[in-house]
């Protein structure tokens, strides 16, 4: 058992982790840094577990199953489709951990329901944040914010281990976890996704991605910036902000020529970029003209 204060909070319990990828190594390092023991790592190969518990600085690695024999609280930071079967493996132990909170985003606690079944408290600990590397990771997890549900007590030792990293809770009701979850998705994983394909039409407009990706940097990072300290509709500049449908139809034009689904992630992105133009004030008469030209052009689709 161990106990850590941390301006003016204290934490009073032992730590374990299921799983030995990015997110469940940065974070049992981060959580090392900040003065909390790891107690034991599990992970299913044996030489990358104790890699990673090398990295995180866990004091042993141990069978899944005896996580709980060690630690008043367990983290299970596996993939999504990994957090019931461990869950189920640790609920086999006849010692329990008292909290149990899983890190995956895509689903609620619903998925540790084995270990509720058997007295533990459950709950979601999501950061809300891209860890590309576990290096990183340490870093990047610091001050984010966290999305969490579950039982009160569950609830109560997220919030306290958030607080020790300098983070922020957001509480998501169970019911609209996997909303919540899309709307990161789409902030984070979209954004990369749209960034590919302009890059792929970079390629077939004749720039090279490398040389494509140095020129979009200034537009990113700018772009990035303005919405971070104003408001989208304030953000949104371009063509059908402006109602240039001259500029639009070009696009379509060009655009014929492209893959299938670069069209159509155009489209998407353009009419939902209409309803934003038109809450930023954007006219009657210059959205339909915008709308009748993709409407023409999904027909063709």
């Known amino acids: 058992m161990l106990s850590v204060e941390r301006n003016s909070l204290r934490v009073s319990y032992s730590v374990g982790i299921a799983g030995t990828g990015r997110i469940a190594q940065a974070l049992g390092a981060l959580l090392v840094n900040r003065g909390v023991t790891v107690e034991a790592i599990a992970g299913r190969n044996e030489a990358r577990t104790r890699e990673a518990a090398a990295f995180v600085g866990a004091r042993r690695t141990v069978p899944v199953e005896e996580l709980g024999r060690?630690?008043?609280?367990?983290?299970?930071?596996?993939?999504?489709?990994?957090?019931?079967?461990?869950?189920?493996?640790?609920?086999?132990?006849?010692?329990?951990?008292?909290?149990?909170?899983?890190?995956?985003?895509?689903?609620?606690?619903?998925?540790?329901?084995?270990?509720?079944?058997?007295?533990?408290?459950?709950?979601?600990?999501?950061?809300?944040?891209?860890?590309?590397?576990?290096?990183?990771?340490?870093?990047?997890?610091?001050?984010?914010?966290?999305?969490?549900?579950g039982e009160s007590d569950a609830l109560e030792c997220a919030g306290q281990l958030i607080n020790l990293l300098s983070g922020k809770v957001i509480r998501i009701p169970p019911e609209h976890w996997a909303l919540y979850h899309a709307a990161a998705v789409m902030a984070c994983n979209y954004n990369v996704t749209l960034v590919s394909t302009a890059l792929d039409l970079l390629e077939e407009a004749g720039v090279a991605r490398e040389e494509g990706l140095r020129a979009l940097s200034p537009i990113l990072r700018n772009t990035t910036e303005i919405l971070l300290s104003s408001t989208p509709e304030e953000a949104l500049t371009g063509p059908i902000r402006r109602g240039d449908a001259g500029s639009v139809a070009r696009h379509l034009q060009a655009l014929r020529f492209a893959p299938t689904e670069a069209r159509k992630l155009y489209l998407a992105g353009a009419r939902s970029t209409l309803t934003l133009a038109r809450k930023a004030g954007l006219s009657n008469e210059n959205a339909a003209r915008i709308a009748g030209l993709l409407q023409q052009e999904q027909e063709q689709l």
């Open 70 to 149: 060690f630690s008043d609280v367990v983290l299970v930071a596996v993939s999504d489709d990994a957090i019931e079967p461990t869950a189920r493996r640790i609920a086999e132990s006849p010692q329990l951990p008292a909290v149990v909170l899983h890190t995956c985003g895509s689903a609620g606690p619903e998925l540790l329901q084995p270990l509720r079944e058997k007295g533990c408290a459950t709950g979601v600990l999501h950061p809300l944040q891209t860890v590309p590397a576990r290096e990183a990771g340490v870093e990047s997890l610091s001050r984010c914010y966290y999305a969490t549900c």
